[in-house]
Nanobody, 124 residues
Framework: QLQLVESGGGLVQTGGSLRLSCAAS????????MAWFRQVPGKEREFVAG????????YYADSVQGRFTISRDYAKNMVYLRMNSLKPEDTAVYYC?????????????????WGQGTQVTVSS
């Protein structure tokens, strides 16, 4: 089993920044592709950003391209999501997810492990 714990959410004003963290434990971290998803009440969970197992490939949703950056630290078994120029529409619960060598990074059901989520609220 791989355990994922998110942190770093909170309340921020429009235009502000946050950095979300995801701590992984329990299995070999560097074997997993990692991603961030988000969900608002009444809507499906949506892909935000992903990074492959080697760190050599990243992919972003169009809505966050150029504003968000995903990264990983193998020494600390951590994945980060740096969020800049935040907008009210970025308000959601953000989830960290992991999967072993998936084929399509944006597809939710391909991920085997999920964190509990962290709330991000952007005020206008």
């Amino acid at each position: 089993q791989l355990q994922l714990v998110e942190s770093g959410g909170g309340l921020v004003q429009t235009g502000g920044s946050l950095r979300l963290s995801c701590a992984a434990s329990g299995r070999t971290f560097n074997s997993y592709d990692m991603a961030w998803f988000r969900q608002v009440p009444g809507k499906e969970r949506e892909f935000v950003a992903g990074i492959n197992w080697s760190g050599g490939y990243t992919y972003y949703a169009d809505s966050v391209q150029g504003r968000f950056t995903i990264s990983r630290d193998y020494a600390k078994n951590m994945v980060y999501l740096r969020m800049n120029s935040l907008k009210p529409e970025d308000t959601a619960v953000y989830y960290c997810a992991a999967a072993a060598r998936i084929t399509t990074m944006t597809v939710e059901h391909q991920y085997n492990y999920w964190g509990q989520g962290t709330q991000v609220t952007v005020s206008s």
